[in-house]
């Protein structure tokens, strides 16, 4: 046959095998990053670090961080109460804010006792000291 009917090959194809095989990886890759971010904030907020308190927080109560497949609201509460109990230097009104978002949208007096023993233990292990409830707002 002429050779501009010969069969010629299909750069496109091999291009989009290329591009699917590198969007899979991408989704690999980022998929093993965000489970390293909840256990990395978590880890940091263990050792003081204000932000990745925040961080904690946020991934408990969305749910939306890989490692952390549901939301756990009184988890996140407890970590809001140990925010504001840090007394640390970027504590400001959002962190407030958040606390009387994530906590006293819990369902239950119980679940609120939950949350306050949790975050009790929490900064025992952190602080090693008693928590400061009465820097909660009432």
Same mark, same amino acid.
């Given at each position: $046959? $002429?050779?501009?009917?010969?069969?010629? +090959?299909? +750069?496109?194809?091999?291009? /989009?095998?290329?591009? %699917?095989?590198?969007?899979?990886? %991408? !989704?690999?890759? =980022?998929?093993? =990053?965000?489970?390293?971010?909840?256990?990395?904030?978590?880890?940091?907020? /263990?050792?003081? @670090?204000?932000?990745?308190?925040?961080?904690?927080?946020?991934?408990?109560?969305? !749910?939306?961080?890989? !490692? *952390?497949? %549901?939301?756990?609201?009184?988890?996140?509460?407890?970590?809001? /109460?140990?925010?504001? !109990? =840090?007394?640390?230097?970027? %504590? @400001?009104? =959002? @962190?407030?804010?958040?606390?009387?978002?994530?906590?006293? *949208?819990?369902?239950?007096?119980?679940?609120?006792?939950?949350?306050?023993?949790?975050?009790?233990?929490? &900064?025992?292990?952190?602080?090693?000291?008693? &928590? +400061?409830?009465?820097?909660?707002?009432?």
């Amino acid at each position: $046959p $002429p050779r501009s009917l010969q069969r010629q +090959p299909r +750069p496109l194809t091999v291009t /989009m095998k290329t591009i %699917v095989i590198a969007a899979i990886l %991408v !989704g690999w890759i =980022s998929a093993a =990053s965000a489970q390293e971010a909840l256990e990395t904030y978590r880890r940091k907020a /263990m050792a003081r @670090d204000y932000d990745a308190q925040r961080e904690t927080a946020l991934c408990l109560r969305t !749910g939306k961080c890989v !490692g *952390s497949p %549901v939301p756990n609201a009184i988890e996140a509460c407890a970590w809001r /109460m140990v925010i504001l !109990g =840090s007394g640390h230097g970027n %504590v @400001d009104a =959002s @962190d407030t804010a958040n606390y009387q978002d994530d906590c006293w *949208s819990l369902s239950s007096d119980q679940e609120r006792a939950v949350a306050l023993t949790k975050a009790e233990e929490l &900064f025992r292990d952190i602080y090693q000291r008693e &928590f +400061p409830a009465d820097r909660l707002p009432r």
